[in-house]
């Protein structure tokens, strides 16, 4: 889903006024947009984590129209079951089938570690920050692309991904270094984040169906029916 103009923050500002010259999400909302200030990137990326019931963009289009409304950023999200075995197997075996799956993968014994993995390389590739990318129409970053950049944009489409999944998931570098600390950032692309988020679960029907997905359980066959215990 395309969402209009790119929209760059530039990493020589501090939090509270990095998205002063923002672009709204939405062309056909412009003049409704221009009257209030873009809410602030920690603020709208926490709003979207909450509304996984929306996709991001849409998220972020209702969102904006809030933008004086404060959200704490690392205020934990509702708990949600972990993801399970069966769950990842799954989407491992979706990747395989689209020709996403990455050529490794690390050994661990935790899902939830495996899926994150999934994620980051999904954001890496669907973005454009890793060559080849696959053609599925989220907004592509150029090739002159600074590390930074893609490091921060990754970070933020795999944590903004796993909160709306209800996957416990830290974030992490960049990220983390302006949620906590108010940190400055590097010039990104608000509409690349958004739109790979997208990609990324419509792989899967979208967050909720995603969700669902990860925390399948899958019977054994050789389940003991305990009411046949001795």
């Known amino acids: 889903m395309l969402i209009g103009p790119e929209s760059r923050v530039s990493g020589c500002i501090y939090r509270e006024d990095m998205d002063q010259n923002s672009h709204p999400f939405d062309s056909h909302s412009i003049e409704e947009v221009d009257h209030q200030p873009p809410m602030p990137w920690d603020q709208l990326l926490t709003a979207i984590r909450r509304s996984p019931q929306l996709s991001a963009v849409e998220a972020a289009r209702i969102a904006q129209h809030w933008s004086d409304v404060t959200i704490d950023a690392l205020r934990p999200?509702?708990?949600?079951?972990?993801?399970?075995?069966?769950?990842?197997?799954?989407?491992?075996?979706?990747?395989?089938?689209?020709?996403?799956?990455?050529?490794?993968?690390?050994?661990?014994?935790?899902?939830?570690?495996?899926?994150?993995y999934l994620l980051t390389e999904l954001a890496l590739s669907i973005s454009g920050h890793r060559r080849p990318r696959p053609d599925l129409g989220a907004a592509s970053a150029g090739p002159k692309t600074e590390a930074a950049q893609a490091r921060f944009e990754t970070e933020?489409?795999?944590?903004?991904?796993?909160?709306?999944?209800?996957?416990?998931?830290?974030?992490?570098?960049?990220?983390?270094?302006?949620?906590?600390?108010?940190?400055?950032?590097?010039?990104?692309?608000?509409?690349?984040?958004?739109?790979?988020?997208?990609?990324?679960?419509?792989?899967?029907?979208?967050?909720?169906?995603?969700?669902?997905?990860i925390r399948e359980e899958t019977p054994s066959l050789f389940e003991l029916d305990m009411s046949l215990a001795v």
């Open 77 to 116: 999200l509702p708990a949600s079951g972990a993801p399970t075995w069966d769950g990842v197997h799954s989407v491992i075996n979706t990747l395989k089938q689209k020709d996403l799956l990455p050529d490794r993968l690390p050994q661990t014994r935790s899902a939830s570690v495996m899926l994150t």
């Open 156 to 213: 933020c489409i795999t944590w903004v991904i796993a909160g709306r999944l209800g996957v416990r998931a830290a974030a992490t570098g960049s990220l983390k270094g302006y949620l906590k600390h108010g940190e400055l950032i590097p010039e990104f692309s608000r509409d690349r984040v958004l739109q790979t988020v997208d990609t990324i679960e419509d792989l899967f029907g979208g967050a909720l169906a995603f969700g669902a997905v």
